[in-house]
């Protein structure tokens, strides 16, 4: 067993993917422990960890999000929420955050959030007279609005999972999703009183009602995949389907679809969930193994003798989450720790929407901050910035955002209430 992390280690530091590099090292283990014998029935164990009708959901959100994105609904999003917010000091900063709450319920994705805005906001506000890595700073912290308002893809991911409703995921990460909102808002608005932020009414400002209309084919589709699952009209997959529909003709509307962009649209989605799907099939094959080697069980054993039960796990496990999504990426980390750790949360009564609410922005929360912030990378990349100098300078909105997590994690009806008073079945 001894050269398992040694090639591990190998594997690691010569950058192979992590999907090649966990089935590699699992299938060795399995070998080196005189199991090959399990190894027969390792494509029915993938297959079933795959079949999971949930996961239908995740390519047709993603070409959604591939649809609006190119079909020029940036910019009318950006109008729109300056229209409303443009006006206040700190203008700026607040239109950024603002259009990641309207841009969340397109994308589901913080990485093309980040993306899109870093290209958007982060000149725009320099040449305004904002300091540039309070640009990328507020632009990175405020994707992380995109996975926690729906549609998102790791709240699929954990629902399949973990055989949860996504449908309620999607409804629970409402209030959380605009709380996080409000809450980088209320920051934004002190850095902007006590640094001297732009902003104001000499500013520039489209009028509103034109802003509006222009917007309404993008702010159509959130209410549109959350109004077909609230009134029971589909599931989260089906309402996948609709919003594909929807974004074409959105897309449509804004003249910016063509053949040619959609194709493209179409070969992005088939890359980025084929990638997906990688990383799940390998993570089975790693969980095939603890369930052989009996890791969850030693879990439970070593969380027992440390007596933590109630919030004091709950807490514990806020912390791991909180660790690993610094140094892993959000697909694989979700994959990879969910199931060592959810089934023992639920057994000592947390709630599974509750706690994929509290996991979720956890690993969100990670993609914002050092060693390998994935969100800080993407602005520092597109924008030139030196990577630590703009982590530092994020770190006041991390602090806000953890202040958040743990907040939701102590009062739960906060994340439960709306989908219980929408009828769905929570503990």
């Known amino acids: 067993m ?49 079949d999971v009708f949930a996961f239908m959901a995740m390519p047709l959100f993603i070409l959604t999000a591939e649809i609006m994105t190119r079909a020029g609904v940036m910019r009318s999003l950006i109008d729109f929420a300056l229209s409303i917010v443009g006006r206040y000091k700190g203008g700026l900063g607040h239109v950024n955050i603002l259009t990641s709450v309207f841009f969340a319920g397109v994308s589901g994705s913080a990485v093309a959030d980040s993306a899109s805005l870093s290209r958007s906001f982060v000149p725009e506000m320099v040449s305004r007279g904002y300091d540039k890595y309070y640009a990328g700073a507020v632009t990175a912290a405020s994707s992380m609005i995109g996975p926690i308002i729906p549609p998102s893809i790791i709240m ?16 629970a990460g409402i209030v959380p999703g605009l709380l996080l909102a409000a809450a980088l808002l209320a920051l934004n608005a002190f850095l902007a009183h006590r640094y001297n932020h732009p902003g104001g009414k000499s500013d520039d400002l489209p009028p509103f009602l034109p802003s509006l209309i222009r917007a309404l084919p993008a702010l159509c589709l959130p209410l549109v995949i959350l109004g077909t699952l609230v009134l029971g009209l589909a599931t989260p997959t089906e309402g996948s389907a609709i919003a594909v529909l929807v974004a074409v003709l959105a897309g449509l509307a804004y003249r910016g679809l063509s053949w040619s962009i959609l194709l493209e649209a179409i070969e992005s989605t088939a890359r980025l969930t084929g990638t997906i799907f990688i990383i799940l099939a390998a993570i089975s094959i790693l969980g095939y193994l603890a369930g052989q080697m009996g890791w969850s069980g030693a879990l439970a054993r070593w969380v027992e003798a440390m007596g933590l039960t109630g919030f004091s796990f709950l807490v514990f496990l806020m912390i791991v989450f909180l660790l690993v999504g610094m140094i892993m990426d959000t697909t694989v980390a979700i994959t990879l720790m969910v199931p060592l750790f959810a089934t023992q949360a639920i057994a000592q009564g947390v709630d599974p929407v509750h706690l994929g609410i509290l996991i979720c922005l956890n690993l969100c929360i990670g993609l914002i901050t ?53 009828g769905f079945a929570i503990n």
């Open 370 to 422: 050092p060693p390998l912030g994935k969100c800080l990378v993407v602005v520092s990349a597109l924008t030139s910035l030196n990577y630590w100098r703009l982590a530092w300078v994020t770190m006041p909105f991390i602090g806000v955002q953890i202040a958040l997590l743990f907040v939701l994690a102590r009062f739960p009806e906060i994340t439960l209430a709306l989908p219980r008073a929408l």
């Open 156 to 171: 699929i991911i954990y629902g399949g999972l973990t055989s949860t409703s996504v449908a309620a995921l999607f409804v």
């Open 2 to 50: 001894w050269f398992i992390p040694i090639l591990f280690i190998i594997f690691l530091i010569s950058g192979t993917a992590f999907a090649y590099l966990m089935g590699a090292v699992s299938v060795a283990t399995f070998i080196a422990m005189d199991r090959s014998q399990f190894l027969s029935i390792m494509p029915q164990r993938i297959f079933s960890q795959l």
